[in-house]
């Protein structure tokens, strides 16, 4: 073997040796940044818990020794939890369920715009729910039987609903400041006619 052939094989298998460690230097990046989303995650969902557990047992002993509007305000508060729990323990489920070792950067960038997005959408019913609040509220000026009923369960939508909007929001906030951290590692692929390809800088 020559040594201009020598040299070549040892470039060659240095070159080699620099693209693994920084895959798989990436890998552990990135698997870290995943668990540290799903951490997040979780702990939003069982703040969300949290609240759902409270609210169902403060409006189911509250709403038996309570009549008229906060009667029904109580109730409200109840039922509107049952759904908040399940949802609390369906995201946590779900993120756990996630192998956030595995996730490859594409998959990585996926799983992060698909909570950011699904937590912007519950941002604009959240709004909803306190207009639909603030609308029973002015039902229940008007005379009729079910006043005090629409004048607890639209407080009730109020106070849920505003929850649930700095709930979502500041979750959106956490995970989108977390998602940051992703930019470096886009930073090394870059797109060229042969497909994606690897940057590598020294």
Known sequence: MTKKVKITVTIALFCIALLSSTAVLHAQDLGTLNLK???ITNVGMMALGTWAIGNMVSGGVLSLNRQGAAGYFHQMNFLWNTFNLALAASGIYQSMAEEALTLSLVESVEAQHKIERLLLLNSGLDLSYIMGGFYLMERSRRASPQSERYL???????????FLLVFDLSLYALLQHHGQ???PLLSNISIGPNGLGLVIRL
């Open 37 to 39: 989303r799903q951490k």
């Open 152 to 162: 607890g369960y639209g407080r009730s939508l109020i106070l849920q609903g505003g």
């Open 181 to 183: 951290a992703l930019m």
